[in-house]
């Protein structure tokens, strides 16, 4: 079969607050998603789509995974570029996977093929599955997620509950708020009700705090997520990740490592040298050294913070200038 061009597999160890050191597998080509979400950090959905397939060779994954486990990673995540669950092998993955190591592994979801057998069936073989849930009725998806046609918000909900029947590992339901959108009571009060029938292990709110696709989607301030947080029954974890990186020693990684994390999603300094263990003062280094050679860029999401981005991610998915 022919697949499509790839510029490697596995990414990070990346620091995410719930999955500590988490290791990155990347199933899909670049934004090939069921949505296209305004608040994506990865730009606009280029290739919008419900088609299942072995977009990269299951073979390679394996071989460039099995070359990065001596990263000694906490979680290895499917996540990456676009929606794991496109991937027809994701089942095939985990097996394999469990062959190899006793890292546990983790499935970072919009949750909207779980309407799908097959898929809940291949997403059993995971050890957490965090799936997503952001509105709280048909329109508000609509406005946010902008899914592909075929998605209805019935269909995500029936799949959001009927994989909690199937599933016996950790189940943790992901809310994206955004100021002006859903940071609002009344919105938040009918995600909760949808929330409590899913009756995922947990409910953690999150909002944007790297660039987003839309100028528009705006991230909510720490201390109203947690008021939000109340709303729910029992009341959700607020999973912000702001988290800065501690000096590490023993790293491998270099200048090639920064670029594939830069290529993935926009980074500060401190969430490179968190995730690849490397000390902060040569990641700076490293930093100016690709602004110099122009193939990274810095934003800034907020005044007291400077992310990078790849260039060729910016060139692929051009934003609007930042007001
Ligand atoms: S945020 Fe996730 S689900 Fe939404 S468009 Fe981006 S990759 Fe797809």
Same mark, same amino acid.
């Given at each position: ?6 510029? %490697? ?17 990347? #199933? ?6 069921? &949505? ?5 950090? #990865? %730009? ?12 990269? =060779? ?45 890292? !546990? ?8 093929? #779980? ?14 599955? +965090?799936?997503?849930?952001?509105? %709280?009725?048909?329109?508000? &998806? ?8 075929? +998605? ?17 590992? /950790?189940?943790?339901?992901?809310? &994206? ?6 940071? +609002?009571? %009344? ?5 909760? /009700? ?24 705006? =991230?909510? !301030? ?9 709303? &729910? ?21 270099? !200048? ?9 999603? =926009? ?32 934003? /800034? ?23």
């Amino acid at each position: 079969m022919g697949y499509v061009k790839h510029k %490697g597999y596995i990414f990070g160890p990346v620091p995410s607050r719930r999955l500590g050191r988490s290791l990155g597998v990347d #199933l899909v080509p670049f934004k090939t998603c069921t &949505f296209d979400c305004i608040y994506c950090q #990865l %730009g606009h959905t280029t290739n919008k789509t419900i088609e299942r397939r072995e977009w990269v =060779p299951l073979r390679e994954v394996l071989d460039e995974l099995r070359s990065k486990l001596t990263l000694k990673p906490d979680y290895i995540t499917l996540a990456g570029s676009g929606e794991p669950t496109l991937y027809s092998r994701i089942g095939d993955l985990m097996d394999e996977i469990r062959l190899m190591t006793d890292i !546990p592994v983790a499935v970072i979801t919009n949750g909207s093929l #779980l309407w799908k057998d097959e898929v809940r069936r291949q997403l059993r073989h995971a050890n957490v599955v +965090i799936p997503s849930l952001d509105a %709280g009725d048909e329109m508000l &998806f609509r406005t946010i997620n902008r899914p592909h046609p075929a +998605i209805t918000y019935e269909w995500l909900l029936d799949g959001l509950s009927a994989f909690r029947q199937e599933f016996r590992g /950790k189940y943790w339901l992901e809310v &994206f708020l955004l100021d002006g959108y859903t940071a +609002i009571d %009344g919105e938040v009060r009918k995600i909760a /009700k949808k929330a409590q029938e899913i009756q995922a292990d947990l409910v953690q709110l999150n909002t944007c705090v790297r660039p987003a696709t839309e100028d528009y989607a705006r =991230p909510v !301030p720490w201390r109203r997520l947690v008021e939000l947080a109340d709303i &729910f029954t029992p009341a959700a974890e607020v999973v912000v990740d702001y988290r800065s990186g501690a000096p590490q020693s023993e790293s491998t990684s270099g !200048p090639t490592d920064i670029l594939q994390m830069l290529q993935r999603r =926009p980074c500060t300094a401190e969430d490179i040298a968190a995730g690849l263990r490397m000390d902060p003062a040569t990641v700076r280094k490293e930093i100016e050294r690709l602004l110099q050679e122009g193939v990274i860029e810095a934003r /800034k999401v907020d005044p007291k913070r400077t992310h990078y981005v790849a260039r060729d991610l910016l060139c692929a998915h051009p934003r609007k200038p930042a007001k």
